[in-house]
């Protein structure tokens, strides 16, 4: 008889760090595979539900994943191909643009069913 032993320790890898202070940013992740999150989140159930969506942004960026989408950004671009296509969507950066909840991108990492798929691949329970 088969079974499952699950994991008694975090299988996450992906430091967070409080650092970020930007006015009305709550997380970053950034293509170094790290997420930063703003000083000033105190409630936990907030800070988790930041760390769910910045999570599926890591994911993006992580090319070798088939869960999501590929996300990649430079100085002045964003790049994203929605998963299963082969098209590319350019959207230059901007303080309007970045994190529009108009974004591809973030109406994937916004995405309730998305974010639990991604926490349980990154939990070991995926």
């Not at 009305?24 to 989140?41: F, M, P």
């Not at 409630?43 to 996300?71: C, K, L, W, Y």
């Amino acid at each position: 008889m088969a079974f499952k032993i699950q994991p008694f320790y975090n299988l996450n890898q992906t430091p967070i760090y409080r650092t970020l202070e930007e006015d009305g940013v709550l997380g970053v992740a950034n293509d170094a595979g790290t997420i930063r999150l703003s000083k000033d989140l105190t409630n936990p159930a907030q800070m988790q539900a930041v760390i769910d969506h910045e999570m599926v942004h890591i994911d993006q960026m992580r090319h070798d994943s088939n869960d999501t989408g590929d996300f990649a950004y430079d100085d002045e671009n964003m790049y994203y191909t929605p998963k299963g296509s082969n098209k590319t969507i350019k959207t230059q950066r901007g303080d309007n643009v970045d994190g529009s909840p108009s974004l591809k991108q973030e109406k994937e990492a916004n995405d309730p069913k998305v974010q639990k798929k991604i926490k349980n691949k990154y939990n070991g329970r995926g």
